[in-house]
């Protein structure tokens, strides 16, 4: 069995930081790409940025530049370094990884329970 795990979610002031980690535990094989998601109140759940296995990233535009994504291979880890935040990245952010369990299963997508991130003054 796999389980990603978020932590690092919290209250934060406009333009405060926050760092969120995901971490893989389990069986792993290998993980191909890792991403994290948000959903905001009342909202659909909308792609955040993801990073492949040579760490080339993608972001959504509303985060470029503020937000940046990086992972740990070793350590089966992903991060989301979220600077100047504002009131509109208010959301639940999750986890999300691509991974395989043995060498002969195919890539199977596994998300987290996700972590509050509260942006107010």
């Known amino acids: 069995q796999v389980q990603l795990v978020e932590s690092g979610g919290g209250l934060v002031q406009p333009g405060g930081s926050l760092r969120l980690s995901c971490a893989a535990s389990?069986?792993?094989?290998?993980?191909?790409?890792m991403s994290w998601y948000r959903q905001a109140p009342g909202k659909e759940r909308e792609w955040v940025a993801n990073?492949?296995?040579?760490?080339?990233?993608d972001y959504l535009d509303l985060v470029k530049g503020r937000f940046t994504i990086s992972r740990d291979n070793g350590k089966n880890m992903v991060y989301l370094q979220m600077n100047s935040l504002k009131p509109e990245d208010t959301a639940i952010y999750y986890c999300?990884?691509?991974?395989?369990?043995?060498?002969?299963?195919?890539?199977?997508?596994?998300w987290g329970q996700g972590t509050q991130v509260i942006v107010s003054s």
């Open positions: 389990g069986t792993i094989f290998s993980i191909n790409a």
């Open positions: 999300n990884a691509l991974l395989k369990q043995t060498s002969r299963e195919r890539y199977i997508s596994v």
């Open positions: 990073i492949d296995t040579k760490s080339d990233t």
